[in-house]
């Protein structure tokens, strides 16, 4: 079994910054993509941003410049900072990895259980 633990969420001032961090741990033969997802109150849950094993990323529009995603495959871990936060980034904050681990054949998909991110105005 896998599973996902993120940690680094709480409330901070707009124009702050939080950091966020996930380790995945359990059977892993090897992971894949990782990336962070939020989901807002009344709105469907959306990418954040992603990075491949190698380290290439991707990022919405919306967190561009004010977001970075990072990893390390030696921990299992992959990171956000978030710097200039705003209002409208308040949302719990979901870690996901791609994952083959020892009960699958292929690569599965794999959650965290969510940390929430309060930005104040």
């Known amino acids: 079994q896998v599973r996902l633990v993120e940690s680094g969420g709480g409330l901070v001032r707009a124009g702050g910054s939080l950091s966020l961090s996930c380790a995945a741990s359990g059977s892993i033969l090897s992971i894949g993509a990782m990336g962070w997802y939020r989901q807002a109150p009344g709105n469907q849950r959306e990418l954040v941003a992603t990075?491949?094993?190698?380290?290439?990323?991707n990022y919405a529009d919306s967190v561009k410049g004010r977001f970075t995603i990072s990893r390390d495959n030696t921990k299992n871990t992959v990171y956000l900072q978030m710097t200039v936060l705003k209002p409208e980034d308040t949302a719990v904050y979901y870690c996901k990895a791609v994952v083959h681990d020892t009960r699958h054949i292929s690569f599965s998909p794999y959650w965290g259980q969510g940390t929430q991110v309060t930005v104040s105005s």
């Open positions: 990075i491949t094993t190698g380290g290439d990323t």
